[in-house]
């Protein structure tokens, strides 16, 4: 495991998941773990208890400065001024043509401080695009490489959290202390479920996992690899970056809508999306359910509506709590209602599938 690509970069958990033998793959420049035990236990811990991921690849950026939310609004396509401090927000950063270079979550530390945690593949773009735009007055640091992280997802996290601290509310983030460790715990989650990502200096990581790994014990908790993280984001319709979400799709082509506030003042490529909106959608990203017993779908197979192509799909995987293929592609605007009936070329063999209510797994409340 030790004769990985020069180019991928590691986290300061690579030992820790090789003395638990986990099975590593290049993923987004970072040598990452895709499993420890299966992808399918894995989900099922999520599922149905709790389990820890490996997160430290994501980037974390702070932005401060007394023009910070004024600037900062006008490079998201969500509003800042709704933010009390302690609180976040799903957002976006698009390009000149409206286009996505990363979805992210931000958070509002102090009046003037904010902390934006962003896709691993994409922390360098982030950084240099904002630094591009960034006026004075305001302070762009990349404070990535002080961090490792891991998330802590699934029905039992909150019982486990319990046990550090007073839980944050959802969409909340807050000052935490594990084994006089300090930490930053924010509520969001990218698996359906309730759950919690703890923020940690970097030289503290293997302590920090081990911790948690203790603390989970009770509560049956596995370490996670990106095999259930892609598993459970996609029943949860959970865009990628990267696949979902390029720089030639638009927030309002992808269903993301809610997250862009276009009352408010101008923010990079407001006009486009306020155009697209006036005339109309082409095309719109779709959650599609096959039939039982479907063979597997994959990103890039071919979306049909009888023999005519109408898409194609940029995430696909069997699903383990819907005991059948799933996936998200972009199709034709008339062929986006739901219900419609379609189907998914799968290796030369056409399986029926049908566009479904986003999502396609919600956990009870």
Same mark, same amino acid.
């Given at each position: 495991?030790?004769?990985?690509?020069?180019?991928?970069?590691?986290?300061? &958990?690579?030992?820790?998941? /090789?003395?638990?033998?986990?099975?590593?793959? +290049?993923?987004?420049?970072?040598?990452?773990?895709?499993?420890?035990?299966?992808?399918?236990?894995?989900?099922?811990?999520?599922?149905?208890?709790?389990?820890?991921?490996?997160? @430290?690849?994501?980037?974390?950026?702070?932005? @401060?400065?007394?023009?910070?939310?004024?600037?900062?609004?006008?490079?998201?396509?969500?509003?800042?001024?709704?933010?009390?401090?302690?609180? +976040?927000?799903?957002?976006?950063?698009?390009?000149?043509?409206?286009?996505?270079?990363?979805? &992210?979550?931000?958070?509002?530390?102090?009046?003037?401080?904010?902390?934006?945690?962003?896709?691993?593949?994409?922390?360098?773009?982030?950084?240099?695009?904002?630094?591009?735009? +960034?006026?004075?007055?305001?302070?762009?640091?990349?404070?990535?490489?002080?961090?490792?992280?891991?998330?802590?997802?699934?029905?039992?996290?909150? *019982?486990?959290?319990?046990?550090?601290? *007073?839980?944050?509310?959802?969409?909340?983030?807050?000052?935490?202390?594990?084994?006089?460790?300090?930490? &930053?715990?924010?509520?969001?989650?990218?698996?359906?479920?309730?759950?919690?990502?703890?923020?940690?200096?970097?030289?503290?990581?293997?302590?920090?996992?081990?911790?948690?790994?203790?603390?989970?014990?009770?509560?049956?908790?596995?370490?996670?690899? &990106?095999?259930?993280?892609?598993?459970?984001?996609? *029943?949860?319709?959970?865009?990628?970056?990267?696949?979902?979400?390029?720089?030639?799709?638009?927030?309002?082509?992808?269903?993301?809508?809610?997250?862009?506030?276009?009352?408010? @003042?101008?923010?990079?490529?407001?006009?486009?999306?306020?155009?697209?909106?006036?005339?109309?959608?082409?095309?719109?990203?779709?959650?599609?359910?096959?039939?039982?017993?479907?063979?597997?779908?994959?990103?890039?197979?071919?979306?049909?509506?009888?023999? *005519?192509?109408?898409?194609?799909?940029?995430?696909?995987?069997?699903?383990?709590?819907?005991?059948?293929?799933?996936? /998200?592609?972009?199709?034709?605007?008339?062929?986006? !209602?739901?219900?419609?009936?379609? @189907?998914?070329?799968?290796?030369?063999?056409?399986?029926?599938?049908?566009?479904? !209510?986003?999502?396609?797994?919600?956990?009870?409340?």
């Amino acid at each position: 495991m030790d004769a990985a690509s020069p180019d991928l970069q590691r986290t300061p &958990l690579y030992r820790a998941h /090789l003395s638990l033998q986990a099975k590593m793959i +290049g993923f987004g420049g970072w040598e990452m773990p895709v499993y420890y035990s299966s992808i399918l236990a894995e989900h099922q811990a999520v599922r149905e208890r709790v389990g820890m991921f490996d997160i @430290s690849h994501m980037g974390e950026i702070e932005i @401060s400065g007394h023009a910070a939310q004024e600037w900062l609004n006008s490079m998201l396509t969500n509003n800042l001024a709704r933010l009390t401090v302690g609180e +976040g927000q799903y957002t976006l950063l698009l390009n000149n043509r409206g286009g996505v270079i990363d979805d &992210l979550i931000v958070y509002r530390r102090a009046e003037e401080i904010y902390f934006l945690v962003v896709n691993a593949a994409k922390i360098a773009e982030d950084v240099s695009w904002l630094h591009e735009h +960034g006026p004075e007055g305001v302070t762009v640091s990349d404070l990535s490489r002080l961090f490792a992280a891991v998330a802590v997802q699934g029905p039992k996290a909150a *019982e486990l959290f319990n046990q550090i601290g *007073e839980l944050p509310s959802r969409n909340h983030i807050a000052t935490f202390k594990l084994n006089q460790v300090p930490m &930053l715990v924010a509520r969001t989650g990218y698996t359906g479920e309730d759950g919690f990502e703890a923020f940690f200096p970097a030289e503290t990581a293997t302590q920090i996992w081990s911790s948690f790994l203790d603390l989970g014990t009770s509560f049956g908790l596995l370490p996670c690899g &990106l095999g259930a993280r892609d598993t459970l984001r996609i *029943e949860a319709c959970y865009p990628l970056n990267g696949a979902d979400l390029t720089p030639e799709t638009t927030p309002l082509e992808a269903g993301l809508g809610t997250f862009v506030d276009l009352k408010k @003042s101008d923010f990079v490529g407001r006009d486009v999306l306020i155009q697209q909106q006036a005339s109309g959608l082409r095309r719109r990203l779709v959650a599609l359910k096959l039939a039982p017993k479907s063979a597997p779908p994959r990103a890039h197979y071919t979306i049909y509506a009888q023999t *005519e192509p109408v898409g194609e799909l940029t995430s696909g995987t069997q699903s383990p709590t819907l005991g059948t293929g799933i996936g /998200l592609g972009y199709v034709g605007i008339e062929f986006a !209602k739901l219900g419609q009936a379609l @189907s998914i070329d799968v290796r030369g063999r056409k399986f029926p599938a049908t566009v479904e !209510k986003k999502p396609l797994y919600k956990r009870a409340c």
